[in-house]
């Protein structure tokens, strides 16, 4: 099956948010998958037969034994600080329990939040090429995919998930990049300060698995009022059902805890909550981001505010419009267009092609998407030269360096080892070499 053949297949579209994760086919209207992004290890040493058994759980199995279970999530703020675990859960989305999928077989779009690090972007596609070989993958901002599931192109998004809350001004397809506003708070932070707020009165829950209680809480009977001062009364409580079905009685820690997405002060942020927006899913919040738009917005200007139902899975299915076009086909980034923009990262850092030294041509086997190689049989000499002299591991190392730190300093040991291989082998071109 050749490259293009690969490519044409359905691709796997993949929500990688910090609390949730999405996964499905392209060009359905739904993910298949949806489960928290967390791995559970169990707390105690299994000592008898019929205790739980294995090391680590993921998705539906995680959820249900979490209370056994310590619990870790490999994703902070959108970033993430956990490879080993981040890459178990992408295995575990492939799998027989969720798409069934072989990942060769099917390329992949991968989505993140805006102003991440280039770092993280790298070490994604590295693994995703490496480790689960896919024949093509692209990695777009969640932004741009949500306004593409409104069938718009142009306008604002206001995006809060479980680590970050960003705005993006989008027009014509394209993220005004200079406008975009990040907050580093977002669902987890509401999390934590009702669990503090709970403390409060009189209810702990300390345990990684509890956290995941008061997380349910927030989600089933968190609001937000328009005006806190003015609608707050004390005698106002909802009841919530634990897991072992005691009742556990919420006082206005229910109300409270959401207002940080308004409020970032309220947990020693300082950034501008007004102007980042909240989780979208909490009762009222339509009406309180409305109210507080129009305190910011000219007399003459309409302000306008679109939250569609599906919005919780928004992101997703503008991936999943998205990568079914015939047309997208062209964008995919296959595994030897990635390793290319490394490669001559690699070479450009040697000195090597330049006027005053240029012992070969910029010649890679996977350079030959970025235009660097004349013609195959070039490329193919070049390869041999290296793998002849014994350098093409030290060229490797240099490249793998460098998806890990993603700084040249800290990849000095490599370079110099890969340069003493190279360069004295390396004084004539290839085609030279030849005729010699």
């Not at 009742?247 to 409270?256: F, N």
């Not at 041999?384 to 490249?399: E, F, N, Q, T, Y």
């Amino acid at each position: 099956m050749s490259m293009y053949d690969v490519i044409a297949n359905q691709p796997v579209v993949i929500d990688n948010g910090s609390g949730v994760i999405k996964a499905g086919f392209a060009g359905e209207q739904m993910p298949k998958c949806r489960f928290p992004n967390f791995v559970g290890r169990p707390k105690h040493v299994r000592v008898m037969a019929g205790a739980l058994e294995g090391d680590i759980f993921i998705g539906p199995k995680a959820e249900e034994y979490r209370g056994l279970l310590s619990l870790k999530y490999p994703m902070e703020h959108s970033i993430v600080t956990d490879w080993n675990d981040m890459e178990r859960v992408w295995q575990y989305v492939y799998s027989n329990d969720q798409l069934k999928a072989e990942p060769s077989e099917h390329p992949v779009l991968l989505t993140e939040a805006p102003l991440n690090p280039i770092s993280n972007r790298e070490k994604a596609a590295e693994i995703f090429f490496e480790t689960f070989n896919v024949p093509a993958l692209y990695i777009q901002m969640q932004a741009v995919l949500s306004l593409y599931s409104s069938g718009r192109t142009t306008g604002v998004v206001l995006d809060c998930g479980d680590g970050v809350s960003h705005v993006v001004p989008i027009y014509e397809g394209f993220a005004i990049e200079h406008g975009i506003q990040r907050m580093d708070v977002a669902g987890r932070d509401v999390t934590r300060y009702l669990r503090l707020l709970l403390r409060k009165e009189g209810h702990i829950f300390h345990r990684t698995s509890e956290f995941e209680i008061v997380r349910e809480i927030k989600e089933s009977k968190c609001r937000l009022l328009s005006n806190v001062y003015k609608e707050e009364t004390s005698d106002t409580k909802v009841v919530h059902t634990l897991p072992d079905g005691s009742k556990l009685e919420v006082g206005a820690a229910h109300y409270r805890a959401p207002e940080v997405l308004f409020r970032p002060d309220l947990i020693g942020e300082e950034y501008d909550g007004v102007a980042h927006g909240g989780s979208t899913m909490f009762p009222g919040f339509g009406d309180r981001l409305l109210a507080e738009m129009r305190k910011l917005a000219p007399k003459d200007v309409k302000v306008r505010i679109l939250a569609p139902q599906e919005r919780l899975y928004s992101t997703w299915i503008g991936g999943s419009i998205l990568a079914s076009l015939d047309t997208f086909r062209k964008i995919w980034v296959s595994k030897q267009i990635n390793f290319a923009t490394m490669f001559e990262n690699v070479w450009a850092k040697l000195g090597w092609g330049t006027t005053e030294q240029k012992p070969i041509e910029k010649t890679t086997p996977e350079a030959q998407a970025a235009g660097w190689a004349k013609d195959k049989d070039e490329e193919d000499r070049v390869e041999k030269m290296i793998r002849d002299s014994g350098c093409w591991d030290h060229h490797l190392a240099v490249v793998h360096c460098m998806f890990d730190h993603n700084d040249w300093r800290k990849c000095q040991n490599e370079l110099t080892v890969f340069k003493t291989c190279m360069l004295p082998k390396t004084r004539t071109s290839p085609d030279q070499s030849n005729k010699t």
